[in-house]
């Protein structure tokens, strides 16, 4: 593992961050206004719910309102269950609750999971029942936890609920005394009448070291264009290669790898589609068949290249060299032709969406921490 943190170390160089220990401003400074705001919608909040990124259910925490959030009624949803390893998901479930921490792991894109959340957010509120009449409950996470995702299906489900939605509006704290402001909201349940916030409370990622900003970028919490995706790509390969992940791929040549499936209309930056090749007909079965076949290849080029390897993992040269290798590997698997100016931006590019799509299979990115640390 030292070569991994030296790798790192020599990015935070290389990137030039600040190295004073102090912390990195990853940010734009008006994220810091933001986060004052959500403290004061916060206090409207009868329940908050904060997504996390099942991947890093950690390091996609924002530091500076743990104390305001554990201190409210809190339930944590762990979402893109779908890209998470479910057997070390289970272990951090078992990890939140020896912290009594509410904590469920969800896809956002799945009415029956987010039917689930609702279910465990409506029981923890009705300890509160005699005391109110209408509860309110606010969506949290830092960017691309999939809050939009989660209160679209909410919507959905509160449609089917209340066929005739009543926008809840009520006056908030504003910023000065005196100022209040409409909030709108959807109506999950009656009696007591429950609702939930229809926009989601930004937070700011909080990034204590390079390792975590790293994480946040290959979760795409943090713009690929503040770290590069070059070095992105060189830290993913660091990961797989000292959990010797890809020597677990020598069986999967001749498997059948799962389907692709198109489930937006829209064209993100990180899709599945773009490891196609160039043209204008829309996505078919061959097309599924193609990317099945650059997925086999890519996972048996770094198979072949970690298991030809006669180095030193905990090396930073040998680990180095051999990430070298496989970008040289990963550019023939993935088709990319020889000459590419920019050729390893954009095997980058392709390596990651393959890793964010979920195509290399599920991964848990933070390690689960001792039972006896408190939650953050
Ligand atoms: P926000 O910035 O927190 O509002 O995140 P979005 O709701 O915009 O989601 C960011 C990206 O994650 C989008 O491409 C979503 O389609 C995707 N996403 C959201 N939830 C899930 C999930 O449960 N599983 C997967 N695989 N993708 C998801």
């Not at 790192?8 to 990137?15: H, P, S, T, V």
């Not at 023939?332 to 954009?346: G, V």
């Given at each position: 593992?030292?070569?991994?943190?030296?790798i790192?170390?020599?990015?935070?160089?290389?990137?030039?961050f600040?190295?004073?220990?102090?912390?990195?401003?990853?940010?734009?400074?008006?994220?810091?206004?933001?986060?004052?705001?959500?403290?004061?919608?916060?206090?409207?909040?009868?329940?908050?719910?904060?997504?996390?990124?099942?991947?890093?259910?950690?390091?996609?925490?924002?530091?500076?309102?743990?104390p305001?959030?554990?201190?409210?009624?809190?339930?944590?949803?762990?979402?893109?269950?779908?890209?998470?390893?479910?057997?070390?998901?289970?272990?951090?479930?078992?990890?939140?609750?020896?912290?009594?921490?509410?904590?469920?792991?969800?896809?956002?894109?799945?009415?029956?999971?987010?039917?689930?959340?609702?279910?465990?957010?409506?029981?923890?509120?009705?300890?509160?029942?005699?005391?109110?009449?209408?509860l309110?409950?606010?969506?949290?996470?830092?960017?691309?936890?999939?809050?939009?995702?989660?209160?679209?299906?909410?919507?959905?489900?509160?449609?089917?609920?209340?066929?005739?939605?009543?926008?809840?509006k009520?006056?908030?704290?504003?910023?000065?005394?005196?100022?209040?402001?409409?909030?709108?909201?959807?109506?999950?349940?009656?009696?007591?009448?429950?609702?939930?916030?229809?926009?989601?409370g930004?937070?700011?990622?909080?990034?204590?070291?390079?390792?975590?900003?790293?994480?946040?970028?290959?979760?795409?919490?943090?713009?690929?264009?503040?770290?590069?995706?070059?070095?992105?790509?060189?830290?993913?390969l660091?990961?797989?290669?000292?959990?010797?992940?890809?020597?677990?791929?020598?069986?999967?040549?001749?498997?059948?790898?799962?389907?692709?499936?198109?489930?937006?209309?829209?064209?993100?930056?990180?899709?599945?589609?773009?490891?196609?090749?160039?043209?204008?007909?829309?996505?078919?079965?061959?097309?599924?068949?193609?990317?099945?076949?650059?997925?086999?290849?890519?996972?048996?080029?770094?198979?072949?290249?970690?298991?030809?390897?006669?180095?030193?993992?905990?090396?930073?040269?040998?680990?180095?060299?051999?990430?070298g290798?496989?970008?040289?590997?990963?550019?023939?698997?993935?088709?990319?032709?020889?000459?590419?100016?920019?050729?390893?931006?954009?095997?980058?590019?392709?390596?990651?969406?393959?890793?964010?799509?979920?195509?290399?299979?599920?991964?848990?990115?933070?390690?689960?921490?001792?039972?006896?640390?408190?939650?953050?």
């Open positions: 593992m030292r070569g991994l943190r030296r790192m170390k020599k990015g935070l160089g290389e990137m030039g600040n190295m004073g220990g102090g912390v990195i401003n990853w940010f734009p400074g008006h994220m810091a206004a933001a986060t004052r705001a959500i403290r004061d919608r916060l206090k409207l909040a009868d329940l908050v719910i904060e997504v996390r990124d099942a991947r890093i259910p950690l390091s996609s925490a924002n530091e500076d309102l743990q305001l959030l554990s201190g409210k009624r809190r339930v944590i949803a762990l979402n893109k269950k779908d890209l998470a390893n479910p057997n070390i998901m289970h272990k951090w479930s078992h990890y939140f609750d020896s912290c009594n921490q509410d904590c469920l792991s969800i896809n956002a894109h799945s009415k029956s999971s987010v039917q689930k959340l609702l279910e465990l957010v409506e029981w923890k509120l009705k300890e509160v029942i005699s005391r109110e009449p209408t309110l409950v606010m969506v949290v996470g830092v960017p691309n936890v999939g809050k939009s995702a989660l209160i679209n299906s909410i919507h959905r489900i509160a449609s089917s609920r209340f066929p005739v939605q009543e926008k809840k009520r006056a908030t704290v504003g910023p000065l005394p005196g100022v209040t402001q409409d909030i709108a909201g959807y109506k999950i349940a009656h009696q007591p009448s429950i609702y939930v916030l229809d926009t989601p930004v937070l700011v990622p909080s990034i204590p070291d390079i390792e975590t900003g790293l994480k946040l970028a290959l979760a795409g919490s943090v713009k690929d264009s503040a770290v590069g995706e070059e070095r992105i790509a060189q830290y993913l660091a990961v797989l290669n000292t959990r010797s992940t890809p020597l677990h791929w020598k069986h999967l040549n001749n498997r059948r790898m799962e389907g692709i499936q198109y489930e937006s209309q829209d064209k993100h930056e990180y899709d599945i589609r773009n490891l196609l090749p160039k043209r204008r007909k829309p996505p078919n079965g061959s097309d599924a068949q193609y990317i099945e076949n650059v997925v086999t290849e890519v996972q048996h080029a770094l198979y072949l290249t970690l298991s030809e390897f006669d180095g030193n993992l905990d090396d930073e040269g040998d680990l180095e060299a051999l990430i290798q496989q970008f040289e590997a990963l550019q023939k698997a993935l088709k990319i032709p020889h000459k590419a100016s920019e050729a390893r931006i954009m095997v980058s590019k392709k390596f990651l969406t393959l890793f964010r799509t979920g195509k290399l299979g599920p991964f848990i990115l933070d390690d689960v921490p001792d039972a006896s640390d408190p939650v953050s």
